[in-house]
């Protein structure tokens, strides 16, 4: 059974630092890895999903690299904002499953 | 364009109640999923379509629960004889095929008193 983890739960750090976010899962056999934000009382909004045959993905400040062998996903967050304030949740799918989420980690970034 | 949308956006209800769930995907998506996002224990799949295939249910935790797609578009979450444990955000997304990048609903927030 696919289990997937994130740490740290939760981070408060000051505006400006750059931020590195993980996602461990068990069984390495994924279709794709997709990293999520929630803001509180809201949906998700998709940031970047990674193919099992890709490395990393990149969409402005944040950058997501896959290493699958070693079951692990981390999402980089260069030069973190108030704005950057959310709830981040990894997700791992086969190609014919559905989506597994981690537990997330919930970030504030303070002026 | 339009993005997701699910209604009502918060539901309170009493227990052994009835409730229906509703999601409208984006135009064109030919897959419809289900999530439920309970405190503590994260999301969880319940349910998906993809175009006029039978649908997974592998994720719906009991038979109070069932969902419906007409027409391969609007979907409905129907919950029978609500208990409190079924309290929770149910999210509904929809993507282009299957597998494919998940787009989601803002949710609908459900209360069983």
């Known amino acids: 059974k696919q289990e997937v983890t994130q740490i740290p739960a939760a981070l408060s750090v000051p505006e400006g630092e750059n931020l590195v976010l993980n996602c461990s899962f068990t069984?390495?056999?994924?279709?794709?890895l997709q990293w999520f934000r929630q803001d509180p009382g809201k949906g998700l909004t998709s940031l970047l999903l990674?193919?099992?045959?890709?490395r990393e993905q990149t969409s402005g400040r944040l950058n997501a690299s896959l290493d699958k062998s070693s079951g692990r996903s981390t999402l980089y967050i260069a030069a973190s904002q108030p704005g950057d304030s959310a709830t981040y949740l990894c997700?791992?799918?086969?190609?014919?499953?559905?989506?597994?989420f981690g537990t997330g980690t919930r970030l504030q970034v303070f002026p | 364009g339009a993005g997701v949308s699910q209604s009502p956006s918060n539901k309170v209800t009493e227990k052994g109640k009835d409730v229906e769930l509703r999601c409208d995907p984006i135009s064109g998506h030919t897959a419809l999923y289900w999530y439920r996002q309970s405190l503590g224990q994260g999301l969880e799949f319940l349910i998906y379509f993809q175009g006029n295939s039978a649908p997974d249910k592998s994720g719906l935790p009991s038979d109070r629960f069932s969902a419906e797609r007409t027409g391969g578009s609007v979907s409905t979450l129907t919950i029978q004889r609500t208990q409190q444990e079924d309290s929770a955000v149910y999210l509904c997304a929809s993507s282009l095929a299957h597998p494919g990048t998940q787009y989601f609903g803002p949710g609908t927030r459900l209360l069983v008193l």
């Open positions: 997700a791992v799918r086969k190609v014919t499953d559905k989506l597994i």
């Open positions: 069984d390495s056999a994924i279709y794709n």
């Open positions: 990674i193919q099992s045959s890709q």
